[in-house]
């Protein structure tokens, strides 16, 4: 009913910048809100940001506060995540979820495939 298909990721030197954008396709009747997760190998799926629907409330993890940017275009069903002066511990597979309505009212959460990140110089 929902699918999330992330893009952007990819190798970056410490310091650069990349952004990442997750689309929501299918038959729904909103995308409630957005967030990105990552999880570096052997680790656990962590919160790094989340966006409202509204843009309204927007909360990042500490570490990235002032470095990474959630945004969302409701017209396009897509959030990004602009990160910035990135650095090798960053290093993950990046994951898209979000809270939807699907048409028969009913509440899901889905999440992307996920897109990698490689932090090296």
């Known amino acids: 009913q929902v699918q999330l298909v992330e893009s952007g990721g990819g190798l970056v030197q410490p310091g650069g910048s990349l952004r990442l954008s997750c689309a929501a396709s299918g038959s729904f009747l909103s995308i409630n809100y957005m967030a990105w997760y990552r999880q570096a190998p052997g680790n656990q799926r962590d919160l790094v940001a989340s966006?409202?629907?509204?843009?309204?409330?927007?909360n990042y993890v500490s570490s990235v506060r002032g470095r990474f940017t959630i945004s969302r275009d409701n017209a396009k069903n897509t959030v990004y995540l602009q990160m910035d002066s990135l650095k090798p511990e960053e290093t993950a597979v990046y994951y898209c979820k979000a809270g939807a309505t699907t048409r028969s009212g009913l509440s899901l959460e889905v999440w992307g495939q996920g897109t990698p990140v490689t932090v090296s110089s």
């Open positions: 966006i409202s629907r509204s843009s309204s409330i927007r």
